[in-house]
């Protein structure tokens, strides 16, 4: 009886360790819990794009409101269509170290539980992220691009930027091979969006009245505060599905773990990005500001997402505030270098992106940090792509096109001249 | 040692074929999956009585916001009791072919594994579907119907209509055993409330002022284009319940991986549809249009509904299209015969129910096709059953309490006169 | 052969009295099961925060707006951190029996599956549930306290006043002891909730003009009636997490069972507390009323929380509506004593988690039954405590910070008085 005993506290070690010595879970129930953990995230990440949509609904005026909300819609669309003609193949089939073969992609019909889990779940929880990165942009360049150049844009960016770009890491390209470690997507989905968000800010130019002549800085105030709380809310949910389904399995007991240990740390990291924010906006204009308050929310979500696998708790949240705090001194210094931001994206994806995937190489955060260099390298190297290629798509659409609407048109709103509609049209305003 | 391998290669092979030939996911484990399976999807089906809610909401006239709200929550309520008292009863209670028996419904407080899920999740999963029927309606009839006959007919399609034109496919009726073939509802559920809210708006009549007396058709816009937005996004949200857990189990691999293949098809129609009506409403009338491009991909998300696990992705993206063009061309075509329908349910549940119920009996669709006479068999039954029950209903609530307030009190708005308060006191309109 | 049926029928019967006689699920699946239970209803809980916030936006003036949104996302925000520092530990760390001792929480990296579940896992659930019991104090102390007093309070709340209380039944102190039996928190969260909703009502006194000198009282009508449906919805939604997740576990069939159970007594409830409110209101004041509708709601999910593992659905629509006509009528009674709550949380929480805490002990109620004594000691004991200690704190807030803003920021709205910002700017109110 003794050595029954002993085999079995041995066992349980083992276990204790690998989390999968003792093979408890049979293929076939592994199989059918990561397929659902796919799933499940995987619509938690696609209410994403509501999120983005509210937020950025939120922070226009009321004549570009219903525009914002057509070009959300429109490019989580287009986003699903490239990502199943080009996009999918381009990031995962065949990646020789830069690039992967585009396929029409069409898994096989047979299951096979020795794969793992189904790979039509996994196609659905990664053209999610495809569409977020999309997402980000809109906001940024909100109020000023005509529906159709912005159209032709998402489509290159999740048909062909995005991809590409992700293939280095998640695709098992150079990247990867060089060690570089991005959890969920701080760099890849983040920074990615906040690159493109950036030149096309830069290249289309700021609004008609935000820098006056003076030099000064002209505030624009989100026509629908309430609306961009509940755009932050629902991103902040679907970020659960975001940074949780990146543990990419949940068939033993060290995945869902480990999955746990991400939930945690992503609310908190957005949690101590918000109070940080709200703090130092206190302490820098003299009085609380909800919009800063919110964007210090995501940009504690965004900075957490390089490494919530590693973190402990309260590394998150000071991850998070740090976090919150480069984002809320960002959008100032943006506005003095004249570009425009209209709901904060860059300071937010970009800024903290940037940040969050740094962090990740610092020694002595949790248990399992990259090494420093590599993370700049990749930093720098997908930053460098996403500048070039995107400022040459904005700038072939903007040759051929056209990117903004006329002065005329732009002073209207854009729900009247791209739509002919308005989106409050019985209150006064 | 070559005779193991090979009889394990024979084994993986049989569960390749098969899913479940190793049956390596324990009776209570699958009991487990099975049931989880019903309660999150049945909760993201739930969501949908807010995207409802949201949609309409955003799409009526400020003065009747209020109204449309109570109503979205009182039917969702009333759908859960009334399928409670009498409703599963005459669904699935053994059902002779053209009905059930109602009973008082309370399963029995025994857990048997081998039941293989429990009924009580089977319950509300198909509770959902009950009520999501109902709120078809309340859109189509807004702005013009008391609520007090909105209320006693949704008493009366969700303990009645509903569950026993159900009971002929998903109770195992007679359309059932004729092969009649609708996987998650595109006429149990969305033909049935299309065809109830026609009746209905014929029966009722066209709001006050929709149609001049020279015939042209005055455009009533709808009063918050973002709230629409935000109903259409939730409504593509709790879809992946509606089309996902009617898979009805989530014990084997095959399962998962058919739910897999459901989500993506469901957001693949969903995208298609959108896109479609967004190129075809510019085309006809010049420029993008929100309402239309919304509507349009929850024509996609019901022209999938009857065959989400037959399709391919591609055939998923040209089914939804489909649906998102005849969606677009109904909508002028119902205000050319004078039938109101305030936010275009008609032309979304209706018209892409049948069309989504009639391509899965086209050949060559998937693997699994039905036949085509069947599925129009089936179309044309119970589009009969629904037009002269609630027919019915709708012309003895008008005999005997009649349906429309006062030519004053719809002028001034049903806010004021069913409920005495205004949506949104504060806003001049 | 006969023989091995018998066992086998036997079999079944252990199964199916005690639900795990089979064990048939291995420890590392039930492990992943309970800690993706707790992921998932917790993700459902955390929104019920965006919940709150949709109804209390919708229920304040428009002046109000943005402040209870930053108040909302800030008391989430704050309930995280102070429940991850102090109020895990008093909460459940070597309960003495009156109070647990405060660790900075970090549970060992080591998975074990012999735990059942992930600790991080139970630690988000239990997090969740903190902050949602301050969430709703701040719907009835709205459009009068300013944000640095709600912050401490949010901060001495969730850090300490709910974990103690809490401690003591789910932290297996005293009142677990004696057999008080609260399922989910009718009264650990929900009355705990509505004490000190009450006593900061009392305290910081009515809004400006809401009882004139004659004593009449003044509506004060929401600004924004969708939104404060919205809420509604997502609270109910989320309710599923709150009350389905606190099974505590999914790692057997009789947890499932139980689980779908207890969803759909959730919902049965609150659709009986709408229909009741609805129709109570229609014979109270002649018309039906949206407001009163919502709470009813509200209050039905509030009076099931308590034990919606032990009622049959048709007990839980009774016990539902029971509580929407409580609700229903005490919030005049509030107004007739003067008591201004914004948003009636104390008339849905205090009241209906008193009534909903009680009738658990109602001998005949399912079939485990609490003690009728032991439960309505805990509701006093509780209510005592909470009394005290949430009064001693406002009450210190109020000497040395002061609670209120002049009078004329009160007039003039604290979203400028405090945020210097406006909710909607561009609609003229």
């Known amino acids: 009886m003794k050595l029954i005993k002993k085999i079995c506290l041995l066992g349980l070690m083992l276990f204790t360790v690998s989390g999968t010595a003792f093979a408890e879970v049979s293929e076939e129930s592994a199989y059918i819990f990561n397929t659902f953990s796919f799933l499940v995230h995987g619509f938690l990440v696609m209410l994403m794009a509501l999120g983005f949509t509210c937020l950025e609904a939120g922070l226009v005026r009321t004549k570009n409101t219903a525009t914002i909300c057509l070009k959300n819609v429109g490019l989580y669309s287009l986003a699903g269509i490239m990502f199943y003609l080009v996009g999918y193949g381009f990031m995962y089939n065949e990646v020789n170290g830069f690039i992967g073969q585009p396929t029409l992609w069409n898994p096989e019909a047979e299951v096979s539980s020795a794969d793992g889990y189904s ?16 997402s980000i942009i809109s906001g940024t360049v909100a109020e000023r691009i005509k529906l159709l150049p912005f159209f032709i844009f998402a489509i290159v960016l999740t048909g062909f930027i995005y991809p590409i770009q992700a293939s280095w890491v998640w695709g098992g390209g150079f990247l990867s091979e060089m060690g570089f470690s991005d959890f969920a997507g701080s760099t890849l989905v983040h920074s990615v969006g906040g690159w493109a968000a950036l030149t096309g800010a830069i290249i289309i130019g700021p609004r008609l ?30 970020w659960f599905g975001f940074n949780g389904g990146s543990q990419l399995a949940l068939g033993s007991a060290a995945d869902a773990a480990a999955m746990a ?3 945690v740390n992503t609310n908190m990291a957005a949690a101590g990005g918000l109070v940080a924010a709200m703090i130092l906006a206190s302490i820098l204009y003299g009085k609380a500001d909800l919009s800063l308050a919110l964007n210090g929310a995501l940009a504690g979500l965004v900075s957490i997402t390089a490494g919530p696998d590693v973190a402990t708790p309260l590394q998150a949240i000071i991850i998070g505030a740090v976090g919150g705090v480069l984002c809320t001194l960002a959008i100032p210094l943006l506005d003095k270098l004249k570009i425009d931001d209209v709901v904060g994206a860059i300071s937010v994806h970009l800024v903290a992106g940037i940040w969050g995937t740094l962090v990740v190489g610092i020694p002595g955060l949790g248990t399992l940090a990259a090494d420093f260099m ?9 930053g460098v792509f996403v500048v070039v290629a995107s400022s040459i798509v904005w700038l072939i659409l903007k040759g051929v096109l056209g990117l903004r609407p ?4 732009e002073m209207s709103g854009l729900d009247v001249s791209e739509l002919g509609m308005e989106a409050y049209p019985e209150f006064r305003n």
């Open 374 to 382: 590599t993370q700049l390298i990749g930093v720098v190297t997908i």
């Open 209 to 238: 009245g935000k820098y006056a002549s003076n030099g000064s800085v002209i505030a624009i105030p989100g026509s629908n505060l309430p609306l961009a709380t509940i755009g932050t809310f629902i991103l902040w949910f679907g």
């Open 261 to 263: 240990n991400v939930y």
């Open 119 to 134: 790979k039509m779940s996994d196609w659905f929880f990664q053209m999610v992220f495809c569409a977020t990165t999309m």
């Open 406 to 409: 006329t002065e005329e048109e």
